[in-house]
């Protein structure tokens, strides 16, 4: 398995958001999602347009079956509203183009965001990019490190440090200060 890292620079996010969006509206709504929700992909490929008309999303997670309530952004609701009220109803927001009505796979969720990574030249990037993004933003608007904890679901404050890179950003500080 590969070893992701977050986007930590926010003009390669709007980057990332420009490009993607110019290429395909459902491809912008997936990145936006990601990484203003800090959903996982598995839980993002389940949403349908229904999900997209309220200002919560309640999922039951695909990794941990447990019941989750998200509230989605102000802002990506409006953003995103056009492409969503173009969707059919019960239609998966991240739709395939393969069969009728099926969300895509991971591995062209994959994709998508490798192409887009490449484009604003980042290489560590992955499926979990979108929830270290959302992770390490949220962690650095909010200083807020419990709370980022349980909206992750993770067991301790340093996991979620590790997690979306502060421990690593801390590191690399120290090394670059570090002398002998």
Excluded: C, W
């Excluded at 919560?56 to 990506?76: A, F, L, S």
């Amino acid at each position: 398995m590969n070893f992701v890292e977050p986007i930590r620079d926010p003009v390669k996010v709007e980057k990332m958001k420009e490009y993607l969006r110019q290429k395909n509206e459902r491809n912008y709504a997936l990145f936006l999602l990601g990484i203003a929700t800090g959903l996982r992909i598995s839980d993002i490929l389940q949403l349908k347009k229904e999900n997209l008309l309220r200002t919560h999303v309640d999922i039951k997670e695909t990794k941990t079956r447990k019941r989750k309530r998200v509230k989605i952004p102000g802002y990506v609701r409006n953003d995103l509203m056009l492409y969503v009220k173009s969707l059919n109803d019960e239609e998966y927001l991240i739709r395939s183009r393969q069969g009728h009505n099926k969300p895509i796979v991971r591995s062209t969720a994959y994709r998508i965001l490798r192409e887009a990574a490449e484009y604003v030249g980042l290489s560590e990037i992955g499926t979990h990019t979108l929830r270290k993004t959302f992770g390490y933003h949220f962690y650095k608007q909010t200083k807020d490190i419990a709370l980022l904890q349980e909206l992750f679901n993770h067991t301790s404050q340093e996991i979620t440090l590790r997690y979306i890179g502060i421990n690593q950003d801390s590191l690399d500080k120290a090394m670059d200060k570090y002398r002998i």
